[in-house]
């Protein structure tokens, strides 16, 4: 089949005006953070599963290979195209269910948006699990895709924890559809957490199905500073122990703040700068009590310098401004982004160690992340471009040296899997490449991406 061919049969799959060539692929040919860019051959928007399967079949035929994409909002290359891809993007497929408060599931098409579905929940007064800075773009296709992780995964689990259900176009265009949302449901092999985080190299995911939960009536939220990251550390272990309801650990450092503030993005939270700061959150049933045993926490922990605890949600999204801010804040300044996680006891000697594999490459890091997870976004400023796959390197050797996973939330898309060897064992991965061989035999979907080259 000719490129012309091709374009025509999606023409005619999804409409003239949904197949974006030229200057209108701007924004869906380079990732979000400049880093991954490549010239596809077309954008394709579908407008239903039907549409998508059309797609499928189109690019199959002509032997074109396809990422599909939602927000773009990913941070390893994912969902962005190389060179001769065609971008499937999911945006159209947006439809937001109400919950059901039967079942406590929500439907959604896989292009909404988390905050539109996050909304959709609220109005019923319930909630979804999965919350990232991200949430007014990132799509719930991309969401579930990649198994997000985000800031509420202590006390509600990865996005695994919350897909019930979902519907998918594999590669040869049969579509799955697994929608009943059946809490009891062992019917063989789970094709549903198959697909949640394959990072789009099995199907395009079209719908999902997830859990909603009652909305809890009242948030605290404690914003600490500290002496350094084993007081960080102590601190976790005493809200861990102490706060029912615990929603959210996250942590940040002097460093990302102080680009934070000179950004505008936010003001100052104490008057001494301090080495580290932690975020905590509660929710229960009122207030009064969670700020209570927020701040009976923090009162026991030795290093703490100052804190700062809010039950209002103006003052709650301020505290959460200083977090959350730091990816945009980050990004003009082109960071090399590694996103790990280490067993929190292995924390402080991690951290401490990391300055060192910085400097070696000529960088500087910048951390902050979800402190309840181990998890922490290594953000290394000033390193020469010749040097950032060794800097790469350093980086994820360190986290595999201890006990960490190279990959905790953001996938592995294009940018780790040449280090796939440090998180899994050559069976875990001959394993992964049967799995990929067995449902997409001619790398249709999404090729290059989680697995390396043979
Ligand atoms: C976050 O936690 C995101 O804010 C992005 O996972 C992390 O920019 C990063 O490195
Ligand atoms: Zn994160």
């Known amino acids: 089949v000719s490129a012309a061919g091709l374009l025509a049969r999606l023409r005619a799959a999804v409409g003239d005006a949904h197949v974006l060539r030229g200057g209108l692929v701007a924004g869906y040919d380079t990732d979000w953070t400049g880093r991954w860019q490549g010239r596809p051959v077309a954008v394709v928007r579908p407008g239903s599963t039907n549409e998508v399967r059309e797609v499928v079949l189109a690019c199959a035929a002509a032997g074109v290979p396809l990422v599909p994409q939602g927000g773009n909002t990913g941070l390893v290359g994912a969902a962005a195209p190389a060179d001769g891809e065609v971008v499937l993007s999911t945006r159209r497929l947006d439809a937001v269910g109400v919950p059901d408060p039967g079942t406590g599931t929500l439907e959604a098409g896989a292009g909404a948006t988390l905050q539109r579905v996050q909304d959709a929940a609220r109005a019923a007064e319930f909630e ?212 790990v996680a280490v067993p929190v006891p292995a924390l402080a000697a991690f951290v401490a160690e990391l300055s060192g594999v910085a400097a070696a490459g000529g960088g500087h890091p910048v951390l902050f992340g979800h402190l309840a997870e181990g998890n922490v976004h290594v953000n290394v400023l000033g390193v020469p471009p010749e040097r950032e796959l060794d800097v790469t390197d350093a980086v994820l050797r360190l986290v595999a040296a201890h006990g960490g996973s190279i990959s905790a939330e953001h996938g592995i898309g294009r940018a780790k899997r040449e280090w796939l060897h440090l998180g899994r064992s050559a069976a875990d991965i001959a394993a992964m490449r049967r799995v990929k061989a067995a449902l997409d035999p001619a790398g249709l979907l999404s090729p290059g991406r989680v697995l390396p080259d043979v």
Not at 204 to 223: G, S
Not at 229 to 250: H, K, Q, S, Y
Request: glycine share 10%; charged share 20%; no cysteine.
């Open 128 to 339: 979804v699990g999965v919350d990232l800075a991200s949430r007014g773009s990132a799509t719930v296709g991309g969401v579930v895709a990649t198994n997000a992780g985000g800031a509420r995964v202590l006390r509600a689990g990865t996005t695994r924890q919350q897909v019930l259900g979902l519907e998918a176009v594999l590669a040869d265009g049969s579509i799955v559809t697994r929608m009943s949302g059946l809490p009891k449901d062992n019917v063989g092999y789970d094709l549903v957490q198959l697909l949640t985080g394959s990072e789009g190299t099995l199907a395009v995911i079209t719908r999902v199905l997830l859990q909603v939960t009652p909305r809890p009536p009242a948030r605290a939220t404690a914003l600490v500073a500290l002496d350094g990251v084993p007081a960080a550390v102590e601190l976790l272990i005493t809200l861990r122990a102490g706060v029912a309801g615990l929603d959210a650990v996250e942590f940040l450092t002097a460093d990302g703040l102080e680009l934070v503030v000179a950004a505008g993005r936010a003001r100052a939270p104490f008057a001494e700068p301090a080495p580290v700061l932690v975020l905590a959150e509660a929710v229960g049933l009122d207030a009064d009590t969670l700020v209570e045993a927020l701040a009976e926490a923090v009162a026991s922990v030795s290093g703490v310098r100052d804190a700062a605890v809010a039950a209002s949600d103006a003052d709650r999204a301020r505290l959460w401004e200083v977090r959350e801010a730091h990816t945009e804040v980050l990004a003009p300044l082109r960071p090399v982004k590694l996103d």
